[in-house]
């Protein structure tokens, strides 16, 4: 009887370290964020917006056709291309500026794409809006902030 306790508490310590070493080697989406020419400032994507389109994960990156506002919305949530609660961030970030057709124009360089954060806002008797924030640009950009969150 005791031999069979070992050996279950065995097999599901095994699976157990299999698990966590499977999901450990996993890496998060590329984020690839598609910029009207010249944009400088703060991206805001909003989540769980009803009726705005789904993103997508293709070839394990997300793009953002970003606007020039810089609003996106999606009825996607927050967590969408996590790997796990420890592990939400994106693996790559990149930038590309688009002409009006959305043809890749220029990258930006990895250091103008600046800081950013996940957030949520309620104010009373409304939903909840759940948001992530990137900046683009120089640091005197980034000192300004994101007025779109305002």
């Avoid at 420890?86 to 930038?95: D, E, N």
Wanted: charged share 25%.
């Amino acid at each position: 009887m005791k031999s069979k306790i070992g050996i279950i508490v065995l097999t599901l310590l095994v699976i157990g370290a299999v698990y966590l070493i499977m999901n450990s080697n996993k890496k998060g989406v590329d984020q690839t964020y598609l910029l009207p020419m010249d944009f400088k400032g703060c991206v805001v994507i909003n989540y769980e917006v009803k009726g705005a389109p789904p993103l997508k994960i293709e070839n394990n990156e997300i793009k953002y056709k970003v606007p020039k506002d810089g609003i996106v919305y999606t009825s996607s949530p927050m967590e969408f291309g996590w790997v796990n609660k420890k592990h939400s961030g994106s693996y790559q970030s990149k930038a590309f500026y688009v002409d009006k057709n959305g043809d890749i124009v220029k990258e930006l360089p990895q250091e103008e794409i600046r800081f950013g954060a996940t957030g949520s806002i309620q104010e009373e008797g409304e939903q909840e809006r759940k948001y992530y924030y990137q900046i683009f640009g120089s640091e005197e950009v980034e000192n300004q902030g994101c007025p779109q969150l305002k």
